[in-house]
């Protein structure tokens, strides 16, 4: 009977080896995709049309070719190029056309290639501080993350570019809010970052005006800039803490459709923040909050394609950012139940909670008063 024990538990430990070697493996992979995503190697070697040397992928790449080689040797034995030897001793390496489709800056929003970059951000900004977290219980300061904003702004912009316009807003309401767009409704994106997203639609839909509001100065600032670049004359922004709205009359009902991309649950008063969409929603007016699809209960997200992932996101920044000042430090994985009685507490009489074709990972919360 114990021998049985002992076999049974000598190969789950073989597999849990084989396990871990996999982890060391997509751990070590993440950090050297992010490198090469930085330096657009991914984007170089996409334009090539036959195996490339390294040196002359550092060359089009504008880079160091031992650092290219060194790269390559992680790439090609991680499966994510291709390794092939013409003379003995020099080989060539490229890179496929589908593995170029999800990693490159043309691959739009089917991009991952830019998410391989989280994790190495998140821990080269907050490693120690979240660490101390671990024994204080503190959070750590949105200032901790300086780098975050612009990354944001390049994950909108995969993400939004080619969806926003023509696949997101025509689905609302059944179509419904297209045709109000079109002939103009008053709309304030909440916790807007860079504006990416809000932009895009200001310029799409002239006839309707825009309010960005975040508390990030710096990113109001580029939000700002850009949208006077592209020469929107219907796009204002303004710094704001969200949870202060409701308290602050010019913005009652002062909006006939508020949107939250990714914007409420890195908040430290969030119940406060949806008290506001409420109350400056006008008669009628719609919220769309878009926000990660998980589950509240972490038992039910075992199958959850991403959800290692999405937990250390929120560990590195979504979580330790919202419990500053004492917050309520919801994280990234708050989880639909969560949200959908948060948004029922708040004083919404209809959510109703929508997956989206374009985008697995997270849910369309629509709601109205
Ligand atoms: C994850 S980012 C999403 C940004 C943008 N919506 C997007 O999709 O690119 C969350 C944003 O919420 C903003 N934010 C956090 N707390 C806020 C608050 N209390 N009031 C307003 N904005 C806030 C942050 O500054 C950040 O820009």
Known sequence: ???????????????????????????????????????????????????????????AAGLSVRYVQEWLGIMATG?????????????????????????????GNANLGV??????????CAMEAVSSGFVTG?????????DF?????????ARHRQILVDQFIPCVDDGRLLERLKK???????????GVAMNLLAEAFPNSRFLGIDNHDAAIDKARNDAEKTGLVNAEYCVADAATLKDDPRFDNRFDYVMAFDAIHDQTRPHEALGSVVSMLAKGGLF????????????ANMDHPLAPFMYTVSLMHCMPVGLNNKGAGLGMMW??????????????????????DHDPYHLHFLCRT
């Open 1 to 59: 009977m114990d021998e049985v024990a002992d076999d049974v538990s000598v190969g789950k430990q073989a597999q849990f080896s084989q396990r871990m070697t996999e982890i060391l493996n997509g751990g070590a992979l993440t950090l050297a995709m992010a490198l090469g995503y930085k330096h657009r190697i991914f984007d170089v070697m996409e334009g090539f049309d036959a195996p490339a040397t390294p040196g002359k992928i550092a060359e």
């Open 79 to 107: 499966r994510i190029v291709v390794i092939s030897t013409h003379t003995p001793g020099e080989a060539l390496y490229h890179l496929p056309r589908e593995h170029a489709a999800l990693l490159t800056r043309s691959a």
């Open 115 to 124: 998410y391989a970059q989280e994790i190495p951000l998140l821990t080269s």
């Open 138 to 146: 503190d959070g750590v300061p949105f200032s901790r993350y300086p």
């Open 149 to 157: 904003q612009a990354f944001m702004g390049e994950i909108s912009d």
């Open 184 to 194: 103009g409704i008053r709309v304030c994106d909440l916790g807007c970052g860079e």
């Open 288 to 299: 769309s909050m878009i926000d990660i699809d998980a589950a509240t209960d972490q038992a």
């Open 335 to 356: 989880g639909r139940e969560k949200a959908v009685a948060m948004l029922e507490q708040a004083g919404f009489d209809r959510v109703e909670v929508l997956s989206m």
